[in-house]
């Protein structure tokens, strides 16, 4: 069973960066599709980052492009989540999300990812 690990939340201000890192357990992850997700209290969890197995396509949702970049560190086996000028509204719990199959492609749905993390917290001061 691959289990993910999510780390590198916590307390920043606004305007200031984080960058979080998702591991996987048991497998290579440079063959799985990725995504990042973000559950705020009381609302739905959504997709804000995703990258196919080959690292080419990425996916950002409109509220955060051109302050987040998710990548891949081969070195490291893991999907970073580069987050700058961070907003108030960008507080949530942050969830890495690996496809169930290896050569997946991009994806945004829930539906099409299987292993999940346990979540990180972010939270951004005003």
């Known amino acids: 069973q691959v289990q993910l690990v999510e780390s590198g939340g916590g307390l920043v201000q606004a305007g200031g960066s984080l960058r979080l890192s998702c591991v996987p357990s048991?497998?290579?992850?440079?063959?799985?599709?990725t995504g990042w997700f973000r559950q705020a209290p009381g609302k739905e969890r959504e997709c804000v980052a995703a990258i196919d197995w080959s690292g080419t396509r990425t996916y950002y949702t409109d509220s955060v492009k051109g302050r987040f970049t998710i990548s891949r560190d081969y070195a490291k086996n893991s999907v970073d989540l580069q987050m700058n000028s961070l907003k108030p509204e960008d507080t949530a719990v942050y969830y890495c999300?690996?496809?169930?199959?290896?050569?997946?492609?991009?994806?945004?749905?829930?539906?099409?990812?299987?292993?999940w993390g346990q979540g990180t917290q972010v939270t951004v001061s005003s």
């Open positions: 999300a690996a496809a169930r199959s290896p050569y997946s492609g991009l994806a945004q749905q829930e539906r099409d990812y299987y292993y």
């Open positions: 048991a497998v290579t992850f440079k063959t799985y599709a």
